[in-house]
Every structure is written in structure tokens, then in C-alpha cells.
């Protein structure tokens, strides 16, 4: 069955500084990935997605970077946080095709203080 | 960016009362899906729709699909308290997957 990891859960980080946030899926090949964020109690903002390796579309031009260095490992990065960089972040994969259907890690809860 | 605006954005009601929400945009979707979100975790799908006027029941749960697939409704029958959560429809165009406004269901005992 497939899996998908996201970590860490929490991170509080101050301004300015670095971030990296890493996904992994299990069980499945070339799926396509999604970095969402979310604020709270509301709907989800689509920030980057990915069909293959080294293949990223951003959604809204932001203080954010993606890469998929590998099949199934996508990461999330900053050089430097913003205060408007908190929020709850989503990695998900989909099989691409006709199973138009997310399944969802567990979330990332940052913090930029 | 496509947008779906998703009515009402918060629900309380009496545990055995029914409930619509509305998830509506004014782009057409391939597919449109419906997830429900715990605090702290991920979206877990509940049904997807993808024909126009579709219609779908999961239990209590039943779905529509807009005739011109541009929105969509969930209704519950009976709520219970485990129905309290997050609900949240999500537009499928190409790769790209859209999230509405979200809408805060609490289901009082």
C-alpha cells in the first residue's frame, strides 16, 4: 500500500533564517506531488506541483522554493522566512491521470517568530 | 488560480439535524472531490464526482455534482458528533487540484 511521510510536524524557526521541509511516498512510482499551505480552520493554497523529476510549476510567486531531487521525494524551501510564511504545510500525491484524488501527509505546523 | 467559494464557512447545529453545504466556482472542473480535515492532520478523501448531475451517497452522506460541473453540494442526513470537522471540496483541472474556502462543521451532542 502506498505511504507518504512528511516531517518534521512542528517547527518554529525566527525570521530570516532557512527552511526545508521533505516529503516521501511510498509504494507507488511517478506519482505526481503538491505542496499546499493552509491557514487556520480555512482552505488550501496550492503552492507548487510536480510531475516528474526535476519538473516544478509554481502557483503563486512567494518567498518559497520546491525541488524533486528524486522519484518520490519532494522538498519545500526558504533562503529566508517571512512572518507571512507561518502556517499549516501539506504534502500530497496523486496517481496522475484519471485517479484524480490527493492523499495527504500529516502536515508540517511552522511557525516564524 | 482557480477559485471555489464554499458556503457557509461555519456550521453548528443540533446533533439529528441535516445540513447542505455548497462549494461553487465559475470554472469547469474535470472532477471535483470532497475531503474532511481533523485539526493537526491531513485532508482524507470522502467521494469523487465526475460526471455532470452525478450523484453519489456514502451512509448519511450524499454528493452532487453540478450539471455544468462547476459546483457542488454535500448533504448530511442526521448529523452525529463525529461528523464535526473541516469539510473541503477540491476542483480537478489537468494536475492542478483547487481547494475551496473550507467550511467548520460542530455537530452538538
Known amino acids: 500500500s502506498q505511504t507518504i511521510h512528511q516531517w518534521p510536524a512542528t517547527l518554529v524557526q525566527p525570521v530570516g533564517s532557512p527552511l526545508s521541509l521533505e516529503c516521501t511516498v511510498e509504494?507507488?512510482?511517478?506519482?505526481?506531488l503538491y505542496w499546499y499551505r493552509q491557514a487556520a480552520g480555512r482552505g488550501l493554497q496550492l503552492l507548487f506541483y510536480?510531475?516528474?523529476?526535476?519538473?516544478i510549476s509554481s502557483e503563486v510567486p512567494q518567498n518559497l522554493s520546491a525541488s524533486r531531487p528524486q522519484d518520490r521525494q519532494f522538498i519545500l524551501s526558504s533562503k529566508k522566512l517571512l512572518l507571512s510564511d507561518s502556517g499549516f504545510y501539506l504534502c500530497?500525491?496523486?496517481?496522475?491521470?484519471?485517479?484524480?484524488?490527493?492523499?495527504f501527509g500529516s502536515g508540517t505546523q511552522l511557525s516564524v517568530l | 488560480t482557480q477559485l471555489l467559494e464554499q458556503s457557509p464557512q461555519f456550521l453548528s447545529i443540533q446533533e439529528g439535524e441535516n445540513l447542505t453545504v455548497y462549494c461553487n466556482s465559475s470554472?469547469?472542473?474535470?472532477?471535483l472531490q470532497w475531503y474532511r480535515q481533523e485539526p493537526g492532520e491531513g485532508p482524507v478523501l470522502l467521494v469523487t464526482?465526475?460526471?455532470?448531475?452525478e450523484v453519489k451517497k456514502l451512509k448519511r452522506l450524499t454528493f452532487q455534482f453540478g450539471d455544468a460541473r462547476k459546483d457542488s453540494s454535500l448533504h448530511i442526513t442526521a448529523a452525529q458528533p463525529g461528523d464535526t470537522g473541516l469539510y473541503l471540496c477540491?476542483?480537478?483541472?489537468?494536475?492542478?487540484?483547487?481547494f475551496g474556502t473550507g467550511t467548520s462543521l460542530t455537530v452538538i451532542p
Open positions: 464526482v465526475v460526471t455532470g448531475g
Open positions: 470554472s469547469v472542473f474535470s472532477s
Open positions: 510536480s510531475v516528474g523529476i526535476g519538473q
Open positions: 477540491a476542483g480537478a483541472t489537468g494536475n492542478q487540484f483547487y
Open positions: 500530497a500525491w496523486s496517481g496522475g491521470g484519471f485517479q484524480e484524488k490527493l492523499f
Open positions: 509504494g507507488t512510482s511517478n506519482p505526481n
